[in-house]
Antibody, heavy 125, light 108 residues
Framework: EVQLVESGGGLVQPGGSLRLSCAAS????????MSWVRQAPGKGLEWVSY????????YYADSVKGRFTLSRDNAKNSLYLQMSGLRDEDTAVYYC??????????????????WGQGSLVTVSS | SYVLTQPPSVSVAPGQTARISCGGT??????VHWYQQRPGQAPVLVVY???DRPSGIPERFSGSKSGNTATLTISRVEDGDEADYYC???????????FGGGTKLTVL
């Protein structure tokens, strides 16, 4: 069974830092691209960042570029999102998400076939 | 910035057909994906690559794409289909994943 479990969320002051982790299990983590998607309270889904299976390609939304850093450790089946310079508007539930990779296609345009349950990040003084 | 536009809400009676549109960008050859999100839950993929269904998703869910508009169609709508629905596509010009603003489906 595919499982994605986020951790590291919490309350942080504006300007502060936080590191989200996502522990993956039930599949060959190193063969799949991964993403973070967030959802502010009462709002829609917003893509945050994407990383290819080998970490060779990483993309960021304009709203987080230069402040957030995405990485992965395939040996530990883990995905990380280092967030710094946090702002009020970064308050959201952050979802770890797996790309629907196949032997034929595994790139940034594939669908997300599994989502974690989310980790709440609250930025407030 | 690039935006995918969805109607904020769609209402339909049980047993009828719901259609949710998604547009605003030239999709080109990129596949459009659709997600269902019930309150308090993580999203669930219901259609990928324009018109394919993941295993376990009822045949009542289908997708189509024509020009700059993609459409999610839910046939024989049930009470349990009431949820928010989001479209998603890769925008190669900006190297960004785009999500539509979401559509709240209400079953009357």
């Amino acid at each position: 069974e595919v499982q994605l479990v986020e951790s590291g969320g919490g309350l942080v002051q504006p300007g502060g830092s936080l590191r989200l982790s996502c522990a993956a299990s039930g599949f060959s983590f190193s063969s799949y691209s991964m993403s973070w998607v967030r959802q502010a309270p009462g709002k829609g889904l917003e893509w945050v960042s994407y990383i290819s299976s080998s970490s060779s390609t990483i993309y960021y939304a304009d709203s987080v570029k230069g402040r957030f850093t995405l990485s992965r450790d395939n040996a530990k089946n883990s995905l990380y999102l280092q967030m710094s310079g946090l702002r009020d508007e970064d308050t959201a539930v952050y979802y770890c998400a797996r790309g629907r990779c196949t032997p034929v296609s595994c790139y940034s345009g594939v669908a997300i076939d599994y989502w974690g349950q989310g980790s709440l990040v609250t930025v407030s003084s | 910035s690039y935006v995918l536009t969805q109607p904020p809400s769609v209402s339909v009676a049980p047993g009828q057909t719901a259609r949710i549109s998604c547009g605003g960008t030239n999709f080109g050859s990129e596949g459009v994906h659709w997600y269902q999100q019930r309150p308090g839950q993580a999203p669930v993929l219901v259609v990928y690559d324009d018109n394919d269904r993941p295993s376990g998703i009822p045949e009542r869910f289908s997708g189509s794409k024509s020009g700059n508009t993609a459409t999610l169609t839910i046939s024989r709508v049930e009470d349990g289909d009431e949820a928010d629905y989001y479209c998603q596509v890769w925008h190669s010009d900006s190297d960004h994943v785009l999500f539509g603003g979401g559509t709240k489906l209400t079953v009357l």
